[in-house]
């Protein structure tokens, strides 16, 4: 059945007085920004990290991570990995894809070094032995939560 255009009009003039009657919460100077910055990004379709924004969290002795992106959806995140000279990855399993490009410095993994420009997958399944970077490197790795894989360990 056919809405009445009376019906319509009035839903319509019964909306924008709900609307109008309603008051945008209070939000602290900080908390605003932060969420207008998000807003931004979202509207133009592009997620930017700049070089010297993110936070720097150890995950073991030597080596440093800095969260690029998340898609809790698929599960995955993108993040920088530092790695100190003489830092050590331990051996791990992989439940999904991991992909890893060298950035700077160099890596080791069972004998064979990588280099700046390097890229490495390590498919779903795959078992990593222990990964040495003897001068320190700069690593871009995609790859399962690191949630899930710490918990899956």
């Known amino acids: 059945m056919a809405e009445k255009p009376e019906a319509s009009a009035l839903d319509a003039e019964i909306a924008g ?28 379709g592009i997620h930017v990290v700049r070089a010297e924004a993110g936070t720097w969290v150890t995950l073991m002795p030597g080596i440093s991570i800095k969260r690029l992106h ?34 700077e410095g160099s890596i080791l993994q069972g004998g064979v070094e ?24 700069l690593l871009l790795i995609r790859s399962q939560t690191l949630r899930s894989y710490f918990s899956a360990t």
């Open 70 to 103: 998340q898609d809790p959806e698929a599960g995955s995140e993108t993040n920088l990995w530092r790695l100190s000279a003489g830092a050590i990855i331990p051996e791990h399993d992989h439940r999904s894809d991991e992909e890893c490009l060298v950035v």
């Open 17 to 44: 007085m709900l609307g109008s009657a309603l008051q945008a919460p209070r939000l602290a100077a900080p908390l605003r920004e932060r969420l207008r910055e998000r807003v931004l990004e979202r509207a133009a």
């Open 114 to 137: 990588y280099r700046a420009g390097d890229y490495l997958l390590a498919p779903a399944g795959s078992h990593h032995e222990p990964l040495h970077s003897p001068q320190g490197a």
